[in-house]
């Protein structure tokens, strides 16, 4: 019989992975995958000022990453320079800048600072249990509310403008369903590696995948299931719980991969 902690964990897990497969879709189509990086570093940055006011860190995380979202898109509208460049630019000075304050104040142990760069999922609480499912059901339900427009604005953002599309407020949402994601993605398989929870599921889905609604759909199923499988691996094998999440995510990456020439073989017959 399962442990309760284990049980929590394993829903926490599931919950994260079907919010940000669906997510993650839309940093492949715009080609957006060092965005997620960035949003990652600066989390980080959320954590040490979390700790340093005394406040919980995952509510630093969800300030920070959407400062720096928000940060991102002004830059890009009154700065010339490409966006990569910006958002190597902010990606480590805030991932620096995180470290220099958490090594001023003193206020992490390695302990609990290792937690929050690779997870600590088997720690949740029922708190964070019911955080994350109501949390991602209103993140799903907001973004499939979004789902038309922010398609649009994928394939074509001026066209989208052109017929009226909330092109400016679609994107401020999406990057508030991103942060939202990363800060709880921090509790799973922490701040390092919560991009992968974002990239890895779209990806594989991608090439199993029709349409964008197919594509949304499969790329929360492979969430659900790397974090559930990785959790189990971790258990039996003994090793930390988020890298173990994401070596399963990209164990399911190649496999889509061989599935991918099998699947159109099928439909070409």
């Not at 902690?5 to 997510?23: H, M, S, T």
Request: net charge neutral; hydrophobic share 60%.
């Amino acid at each position: 019989m399962l442990d309760d902690f284990f049980v929590r964990a394993l829903l926490v897990a599931a919950g994260v992975g079907c919010v940000a497969g669906p997510l993650g879709c839309f940093l492949l189509w715009r080609r957006m995958a060092y965005f997620g990086d960035t949003m990652a570093h600066s989390a980080l940055l959320g954590v040490a000022l979390g700790m340093v006011l005394g406040s919980s860190p995952v509510l630093g995380v969800f300030t920070i990453v959407i400062v720096t979202a928000l940060s991102l898109l002004f830059l890009q509208r009154t700065v010339h320079l490409a966006s990569d460049t910006l958002l190597g630019l902010l990606s480590h000075t805030a991932l620096a800048l995180g470290v220099v304050v958490l090594a001023i104040s003193g206020s992490a142990n390695g302990h609990s600072l290792l937690g929050y760069l690779f997870g600590d999922v088997l720690a949740v609480t029922r708190m964070d249990l019911a955080m994350v499912w109501v949390g991602g059901l209103i993140c799903l339900a907001v973004l499939a509310y979004i789902w038309r427009p922010l398609v649009a604005l994928t394939v074509h953002e001026d066209l989208a403008r052109a017929e009226g599309s909330p092109v400016e407020r679609c994107q401020i949402i999406y990057m508030i369903l991103m942060a939202g994601a990363v800060a709880a993605g921090m509790k799973v398989v922490g701040v390092l590696l919560v991009v992968a929870m974002l990239i890895i599921p779209a990806a594989a889905a991608q090439s199993l995948s029709r349409t964008p609604e197919q594509m949304a759909v499969l790329a929360a199923i492979i969430g659900v299931i790397s974090g559930g499988g990785g959790l189990y691996g971790s258990l039996v094998l003994d090793t930390p719980s988020g890298p173990s999440i994401v070596v399963t995510a990209g164990i399911l990456f190649l496999i889509s991969l061989l599935i991918q020439p099998i699947s159109r073989a099928l439909e070409s017959a």
